[in-house]
Nanobody
Framework: QVQPVESGGGLVQAGGSLKLSCLAS???????????MAWFRQGPGLEREFVAA????????VYAASVKGRFTVSRDSANNTMYLQMNNLKPEDTAVYYC?????????????????WGQGTQVTVST
C-alpha cells in the first residue's frame, strides 16, 4: 500500500473548523527523509487546485493564497501522518480534499510533481 489515506472530512457550518489527516506509508518515499506531501482540493465543477504542502524532513510549508492564515499544514513523522487544520471555513472551501506525496526535498504546487494520491475526503461548508 503506497497510496496515502485521508480522513477527517465532514459537514461544518461557515466559520467552523475541521482537521484532516493523511496517513502515508514509509514505502512511499525511496528515501524517507527526502520527500514532501501536499493537500489539493477539487470543488464542484472546478479543477483540482493546490492547498498546502510540507517537506517531510524539515517541515517547510507553503500555502495557496486562498487559505493562508486560515489553514495550517503539519506532519507527525513518527506516525507517518500529515494534517490540515482548517479554521474559519467558508462555503467556497467546499471540496473533495486529496492528499498527495512526492519524492525530493521540496514542496510543490503542481499536480504533476506528485507520485501517489489518496481517494479524497469530502468537506462541506454550509452557510
Amino acid at each position: 500500500q503506497v497510496q496515502p489515506v485521508e480522513s477527517g472530512g465532514g459537514l461544518v457550518q461557515a466559520g467552523g473548523s475541521l482537521k484532516l489527516s493523511c496517513l502515508a506509508s514509509r514505502r512511499t518515499f525511496s528515501n524517507y527523509a527526502m520527500g514532501a506531501m501536499a493537500w489539493f482540493r477539487q470543488g464542484p465543477g472546478l479543477e483540482r487546485e493546490f492547498v498546502a504542502a510540507i517537506t517531510w524532513s524539515r517541515g517547510i510549508v507553503v500555502y495557496a493564497a486562498s487559505v493562508k492564515g486560515r489553514f495550517t499544514v503539519s506532519r507527525d513523522s513518527a506516525n507517518n501522518t500529515m494534517y490540515l487544520q482548517m479554521n474559519n471555513l467558508k462555503p467556497e472551501d467546499t471540496a473533495v480534499y486529496y492528499c498527495a506525496t512526492k519524492q525530493g526535498p521540496y514542496g510543490s504546487g503542481r499536480e504533476g510533481d506528485y507520485d501517489y494520491w489518496g481517494q479524497g475526503t469530502q468537506v462541506t461548508v454550509s452557510t
